[in-house]
């Protein structure tokens, strides 16, 4: 499928951002116990583009975001980010892109460490790709990664996770991940620890932030209803391979692979609505 880039935001053409080329993952150090997670996977997408990722459980697309945000290693294929090639870099180097490459992770109880107050949290990234010795300089990036987020840093900067709604939470990890004005950030599944008008609260959010900020997100979930009116494109995953790549709407509306058949039938009986 040709690439294809979006000026929806901008009036200006959007760049290549990452370009992911025969991406294979397989676990297991004997032949007999290897699986693949992923088989020659390859797609690109624009800065300032958002991409779903769906699939069932183990289809490998938080494989594909953990790859990408450097948190595993592909045993196979290339990944392009802004001009490098990430997979040919020593592990010292591929660090140094973190501060590029944000994540935001499914369980916002299991990633926040209880015995840091969340200024703490926030600024923790800062202090780790070192983008700032200046501390009242750190403070004033942490009040505005909240402030982003719609939390009011008097309120929060002193408090601890344990004190924050799930809601709450998950808005910290979003700050943690903006913090230090990444090109790009994988959310991991983001809301499926919430109930439902928290789930629209916080893809109102990613969606405000990308198009105030030109931020491109990989938007990792298993429920496609999620990707209408947020995704510029999804791509469907099954077994470790991409069957139905494109345009959000497209997609939906003439899946190709039964797969995705399967997952549009169980949309329209939840909505009770025909495409």
């Not at 592909?74 to 001009?83: A, C, K, L, S």
């Amino acid at each position: 499928m040709p690439f294809r880039y979006y000026t929806r935001r901008r009036s200006k053409a959007m760049e290549r951002l990452v370009n992911i080329q025969n991406l294979m993952k397989v676990y297991g150090h004997h032949k007999s116990e290897q699986v693949a997670v992923l088989k020659d996977v390859s797609f690109s997408f624009a800065q300032g583009e958002i991409i779903g990722l769906i699939g069932a459980s183990g289809a490998g697309k938080s494989t594909i975001g953990k790859i990408l945000a450097g948190l595993e290693q592909p045993t196979n294929g290339h990944i392009d980010f802004d001009g490098t090639n990430l997979t040919a870099l020593p592990s010292k180097e591929r660090r140094k892109f973190a501060k590029h490459i944000a994540m935001i992770f499914q369980d916002p109880y299991e990633s926040l460490s209880p015995r840091m107050t969340i200024e703490e949290l926030v600024e923790e990234p800062l202090i780790i790709q070192r983008i700032e010795k200046n501390k009242e300089k750190r403070r004033d990036m942490v009040k505005e990664a909240l402030r982003v987020v719609s939390l009011d840093p008097e309120k929060y900067m002193s408090r601890y996770p344990h004190e924050l709604s799930g809601g709450e939470r998950q808005r910290i990890g979003v700050a943690r991940a903006f913090v230090c004005k990444p090109k790009l950030i994988i959310a991991d599944e983001p809301t499926s620890m919430l109930d439902t008008s928290l789930r629209l609260e916080l893809i109102q959010l990613l969606k405000s932030m990308n198009e105030q900020y030109g931020i491109s997100y990989v938007f990792v979930t298993h429920d496609i209803a999620l990707t209408k009116g947020f995704c510029d494109r999804i791509i469907v995953l099954h077994e470790g391979e991409i069957v139905d790549i494109g345009p959000t709407d497209d997609v939906i509306h003439a899946p190709t692979h039964p797969f995705t058949k399967s997952l549009i039938d169980a949309l329209l009986l939840l909505e009770g609505a025909q495409p």
